[in-house]
T-cell receptor, first 111, second 113 residues
Framework: RKEVEQDPGPFNVPEGATVAFNCTYS??????FFWYRQDCRKEPKLLMS???SGNEDGRFTAQLNRASQYISLLIRDSKLSDSATYLC????????????FGKGTKLSVKP | ETGVTQSPTHLIKTRGQQVTLRCSSQ?????VSWYQQALGQGPQFIFQ???????GRGNFPPRFSGLQFPNYSSELNVNALELDDSALYLC???FGQGRNEQFFGPGTRLTVL
């Protein structure tokens, strides 16, 4: 079993739609959580950190459920420019802050 | 932009050769992590350098090695290249060890023939 698992996608949605991505992680000692966005053949870019209280940044809302080891990302009012691969990322914490990435979920927003 | 730079952007090598990839971290950051991303996969952690010392290593053989310099820039060296080493190599810059956010450079795309 992979340490971070995501919906494989792809998700094909019309502009204006609301789309939700889910992610589970297996290491209960994981300490911090992120969503990164990656455009085709580009580097991952930090979209947002995820906190237990939930956090929102404009059209994007991230939630963390530590008990279920579950992370989610909600995108409201999708734009064409949201088309990308969304990577769920977990940091095991401790002194070695290496990131563990999910395989990513591809989103295509159509006109 | 993150301020993290990598060179070269693309590289073509043949099996058995050696390669050195370079990364300059964002100003104020003292930690560099290296990742390998194969096509269709998420990035895989290779190792991390903090204040010029290796600070953790993923599941990669010893022919993957690195350095960090006093200015916190870093190199990734791969010896005895194999076809499966063809991938996007990403470096990420952060401040301190642990769970801080990491910011990625544009990557070096390595092709091994």
């Amino acid at each position: 079993r992979k340490e971070v698992e995501q919906d494989p996608g792809p998700f094909n949605v019309p502009e204006g739609a609301t789309v939700a991505f889910n992610c589970t992680y297996s290491n209960s000692a994981s300490q911090s959580f992120f969503w990164y966005r990656q455009d085709c053949r580009k580097e991952p870019k930090l979209l947002m950190s995820v906190y237990s209280s939930g956090n929102e940044d404009g059209r994007f809302t991230a939630q963390l459920n530590r008990a279920s080891q579950y992370i989610s990302l909600l995108i409201r009012d999708s734009k064409l420019s949201d088309s990308a691969t969304y990577l769920c990322v977990v940091n095991r914490g401790g002194s070695q802050g290496n990131l563990i990435f999910g395989k990513g979920t591809k989103l295509s927003v159509k006109p | 932009e993150t301020g993290v730079t990598q060179s070269p952007t693309h590289l073509i090598k043949t099996r058995g050769q050696q390669v050195t990839l370079r990364c300059s971290s964002q100003s104020g950051h003292n930690t560099v992590s290296w990742y390998q991303q194969a096509l269709g996969q998420g990035p895989q952690f290779i190792f991390q350098y903090y204040r010029e010392e290796e600070n953790g290593r993923g599941n990669f053989p010893p022919r993957f090695s690195g350095l960090q310099f006093p200015n916190y820039s870093s190199e990734l060296n791969v010896n005895a290249l194999e076809l499966d080493d063809s991938a996007l190599y990403l470096c990420a810059s952060s401040f301190g060890q642990g769970r801080n956010e990491q910011f990625f450079g544009p990557g070096t795309r390595l092709t091994v023939l």
